[in-house]
C-alpha cells in the first residue's frame, strides 16, 4: 500500500497507509466535482476556504432500518483517502481527455472539424462547426500539485453511535480540494456505517451470549463490498468472519467447516485411506477411527435412553465426518442437514464426537442450515444431554449449536420468541447487503465560506441544512444516560456540568427543554491537521474501535434500542444558533408576490 509522511510539526514523522481498497483514488468521485472544481478556479474561487477555513458537513437525515441510532464507520479510511490524496500523471491525462469539452487532437485554444450525414446513398457535409477547447492547461498544473495538506478534518470518533443532522466529519479547507473530496467520503462513510449498524442490530437482538459469524461473502455486492462488509460487521459486534481476505487485512477471527458438498462427496467409509489418529497427549494412536465411530454409533443406537429415536444411518455421512475428524481432531465441527438431522446427522456426529472424546479430544458441536432451527436445536440438545447422561461424557450436553440458513433480525427475534438452544448464528446475506435498507443516505453540504454562513432550504424541512461552523456536544442524564445531542455555535461556550441549557429542536418552535448535564463529551475532535500544528487525534485499531462500538451501545437507554416502536433521541441546536438559523432562512428565502 501506498504510504504518505504527514508533513506538519504536529504529526512530523507519522505514517498513514494508503486506502485499503486501490480503487480509492482521486478519481473515484462524480464527474461534476471536477466540472466545479473547474469553474471555481477559472474564477479564481478555487482557493477560498469552507468554513473560514471554508466548511462542509457530512452528515445523515435518518436512521436506519426503522430505529433511532446509527453507528458511525469509515473514518480511517476516510483519513487514508485523504492522507494520500495526490494525482498521477495517467490519472491528469485522463481527466484532460474525458471531461467534457476537451478535445484529444486540439493542440490550439479552437479546432475545425465537419458534421457529416447520410443522405439516401449520398455522403452529405452538413454543418461546419468550430469546436472550443475549454479546459485551460493551467488548471491540470494545478491538479498536479493538489493535496490535502491545507484540509482539516473533524470527526466523531468511529465506533460512536450517532443521530441525524448531527456533523459525523467537518471538512474544512479551500473549497476546490473539498468538492473533490464529496463523493469518496460519502461512499466510504455511507455503506461502512449502514452495515455496522445492521451489525449491531443483529448483535442485539441476538443477546450478548451468542456468538455471531458473519458468512456473507458469497453474496456480497462485488470483493470490495465483501471485504468491507466482513471488517464493519466485526466493528458492530460480531465475533468472526468467513473472509480469509479480511482476516488477513484487519486481523478478524476466522471461522468455517464444510459444506455440505464435502459430505456428499463421500460414498462409503472404504474411501478413507489413513484411519489413523494418534490421541491428544501423543500417548497412543487408534489405528481404525471409521470402526471405533462404528462401534460408538451401535452403542448408541441401543442405549436405553436414545433407542428407536434412528435407526440405520447414512454411512456416506457418517464416512465424511469422521474423515473430516481425521483432519481437524481438535475443531471438530459438523453441518448435520445433509440427509436427515435427526435420524443420521446427529448420530453420526455424535458417534465421532464420542470416538474423539477416547482419544482426548473435545469436539466442537454442529451446524444446522436448515429446517425448523427453534426445534432442531432443541432436539439437538436433549440427544446430547442423553449421550452425556448415558454414557458419563462430562460436557457432552453443552455441545455447541451453530444455526445459519438466510438468518436476519426478524428470524433471530423469532426464535428467541418460540425457545431454542442455539449458541451461534452463521448470517450471511440479509446482513452484508443490507436488504432491509439499500443505503444510509448520507449528504455534504457547505454551511460557510469566508466567514460567511450558507443553508441550503428546501421544501422539504428535513432537507434544510444547518448552517454555519458549529460544536457538537452530548449531554448526559443522572442515570449515566446520554440524554441529548446539542449543536451550538463555533464561538459559543461549551456546555457545562451543572448548568441549565436550553435544547431547541432546530425546525420545530415548540419542541424545546431545559437540560441539567451531569457529563458533557464534544464530540467533534480533529483527526487530520493537516499543515497545521494543531493536536490530532490518533486512528485506533480495529479492535478498539469495536470495543467502542460495542460500549457505546450498552450505555444507551433500553427504549432508544428496542426494535419495535424505539423512543426518538433527542437533537437540539442551542438558543442562539435556533435563533440564526432561522434569521438566514429568512434573509435567503425569496419573497413571494401574489397578483
Known amino acids: 500500500m501506498d504510504q504518505q509522511v504527514i508533513a506538519n510539526g504536529n504529526c512530523s514523522g507519522r505514517v498513514v497507509e494508503g486506502p485499503t481498497n486501490p480503487m480509492v483514488t482521486p478519481l473515484l468521485t462524480d464527474l461534476y466535482q471536477f466540472t466545479m472544481a473547474y469553474a471555481y478556479w477559472k474564477a479564481n474561487k478555487h482557493q477560498e476556504r469552507a468554513v473560514s477555513p471554508c466548511g462542509f458537513d457530512l452528515y445523515f437525515r435518518k436512521n436506519p432500518f ?33 471531461l467534457p469539452g476537451s478535445c484529444e487532437a486540439c493542440d490550439e485554444s479552437t479546432s475545425l472539424f465537419l458534421e457529416f450525414v447520410f443522405h439516401g446513398n449520398s455522403l452529405l457535409i452538413l454543418k461546419r462547426r468550430t469546436k472550443y477547447r475549454i479546459w485551460q492547461d493551467g488548471f491540470f498544473d494545478y491538479l498536479r500539485g493538489l493535496d490535502c495538506s491545507e484540509v482539516e478534518v473533524y470527526s466523531i470518533a468511529e465506533g460512536s453511535v450517532v443521530f441525524p443532522k448531527v456533523p459525523l466529519l467537518r471538512i474544512e479547507g479551500p473549497i476546490a480540494v473539498a468538492q473533490l473530496l464529496e463523493t469518496p467520503l460519502v461512499n466510504l462513510v455511507n455503506y461502512a456505517s449502514l452495515v455496522t449498524t445492521n451489525a449491531a442490530r443483529h448483535r442485539f437482538v441476538a443477546g450478548k451470549s451468542k456468538m455471531l459469524l458473519e458468512f456473507g461473502l458469497r453474496r456480497a455486492q462485488g470483493p470490495d463490498g465483501g471485504i468491507s462488509a466482513s471488517k464493519y460487521c466485526y466493528l458492530g459486534g460480531f465475533d468472526a468472519t468467513s473472509n480469509v481476505a ?35 497427549d501423543g500417548s497412543s494412536s487408534c489405528e481404525d477411527l471409521v470402526s471405533l465411530a462404528q462401534t460408538w454409533l451401535s452403542k448408541i443406537q441401543w442405549s436405553s435412553s436414545l433407542r428407536g429415536i434412528f435407526g440405520e444411518t447414512n454411512q456416506s455421512e457418517l464416512a465424511a465426518f469422521t474423515s473430516y475428524a481425521l483432519a481437524f481432531p481438535i475443531s471438530f465441527l459438523a453441518l448435520v442437514d445433509t440427509y436427515d438431522v435427526m435420524r443420521s446427522g446427529i448420530p453420526n456426529f455424535c458417534a465421532v464426537a464420542l470416538a474423539l472424546n477416547d482419544l482426548g479430544y473435545k469436539a466442537v458441536g454442529i451446524r444446522l442450515d436448515s429446517g425448523d432451527l427453534a426445534y432442531l436445536s432443541c432436539e439437538a440438545r436433549k440427544f446430547f ?31 428467541n420468541k418460540q425457545g431454542h438452544e442455539v449458541d451461534a448464528y452463521g448470517i450471511g446475506t440479509y446482513l452484508v447487503t443490507c436488504y432491509a435498507q439499500a443505503a444510509l443516505g448520507c449528504v455534504f453540504k457547505l454551511v460557510e465560506i469566508n466567514n460567511q454562513p450558507r443553508i441550503k432550504l428546501s421544501e422539504d424541512v428535513s432537507k434544510v441544512s444547518i448552517p454555519c461552523k458549529k460544536r457538537s456536544y452530548r449531554l448526559y442524564g443522572r442515570e449515566g444516560y446520554p440524554l441529548v445531542d446539542i449543536m451550538t455555535g463555533g464561538n459559543e461556550p461549551s456546555p457545562k456540568v451543572g448548568e441549565r441549557i436550553l435544547c431547541r429542536h432546530p425546525f420545530n418552535e415548540s419542541k424545546r427543554a431545559y437540560v441539567v448535564p451531569q457529563q458533557v463529551e464534544e464530540l467533534l475532535k480533529c483527526y487530520w491537521p493537516g499543515s497545521s500544528d494543531k493536536p490530532r487525534e490518533d486512528l485506533p485499531p480495529l479492535k478498539d474501535i469495536r470495543d467502542r462500538c460495542i460500549k457505546q451501545l450498552e450505555r444507551m437507554r433500553p427504549d432508544h434500542m428496542r426494535r419495535l416502536n424505539p423512543t426518538p433521541y433527542k437533537v437540539s441546536v442551542s438558543a442562539k444558533l435556533y435563533d440564526f438559523i432561522h434569521f438566514l432562512w429568512l434573509n435567503e428565502a425569496p419573497v413571494g408576490e401574489l397578483q
Open 246 to 280: 479480511a482476516g488477513r487485512l484487519f486481523g478478524i477471527p476466522l471461522r468455517g467447516t464444510h459444506s455440505h458438498a464435502f459430505v456428499s462427496s463421500y460414498m462409503s467409509p472404504d474411501e478413507i485411506i489413513d484411519k489413523s489418529l494418534r490421541s491428544a
Open 66 to 98: 426503522g430505529g433511532e441510532y446509527t453507528v458511525f464507520a469509515g473514518l480511517e479510511e476516510c483519513i487514508r483517502l485523504i492522507a494520500n490524496f495526490k494525482f498521477t500523471e495517467d490519472e491528469i491525462s485522463f481527466i484532460r481527455e474525458s
Open 385 to 415: 444431554r442423553a449421550i452425556e447422561k448415558e454414557f458419563g461424557v462430562p460436557g457432552f450436553g453443552k455441545m455447541s449449536i451453530t444455526a445459519s440458513n438466510d438468518l436476519n433480525e426478524e428470524t433471530l427475534d423469532a426464535l
